[in-house]
């Protein structure tokens, strides 16, 4: 099982960052891997969503039940997908006393794969899509907030 952690600390509030990573149906419209997303399921305590992954020749597609903490937090389980184990932790913590339009963004990702042959193929696709996330949402919030 691998563990992914990235922090970045950047001028946006908590709830735009909230906003951008819950918008899961404008996925592939900004991360590059992201082929398709849409929304199975929506209630006020969270969604579950289905996300395909299509980079490198590999196609995969995984579903995950996101609960979230309005403007604070979404946790990410694996509902089904070629994960042995899939959950993520995205926080959005106010810089300061709240005051200031910045904020500090945490991800943490722990997976793993359903076999040794599924781990060899979309291990590494999914490695640099682990390691590139954060960056490709402050990226999408400099193109959506400026």
């Not at 969270?46 to 597609?61: C, D, K, N, S």
Request: glycine letters at 8%; charged letters at 25%; aromatic letters at 10%.
């Amino acid at each position: 099982m691998k563990t992914v952690q990235k922090s970045v600390l950047i001028w946006y509030s908590p709830k735009e960052m909230f906003d951008l990573v819950t918008a899961v149906e404008r996925y592939p419209e900004f991360l590059p891997w992201c082929d398709r997303a849409q929304v199975l399921e929506h209630s006020e305590a969270g969604m579950t969503a289905e996300v395909g992954i299509a980079l490198g020749g590999i196609r995969q597609t995984f579903v995950t039940r996101n609960v979230h903490e309005l403007g604070e937090r979404v946790q990410m389980h694996l509902v089904k997908g070629p994960f042995s184990k899939l959950e993520g932790d995205w926080r959005f913590l106010p810089v300061g006393d709240g005051t200031q339009r910045a904020c500090k963004v945490e991800l943490q990702l722990n997976y793993g794969f359903s076999s040794a042959a599924l781990a060899a193929l979309v291990g590494p696709v999914f490695d640099r899509i682990a390691a590139t996330m954060v960056d490709a949402f402050v990226k999408r919030a400099e193109q959506v907030y400026g």
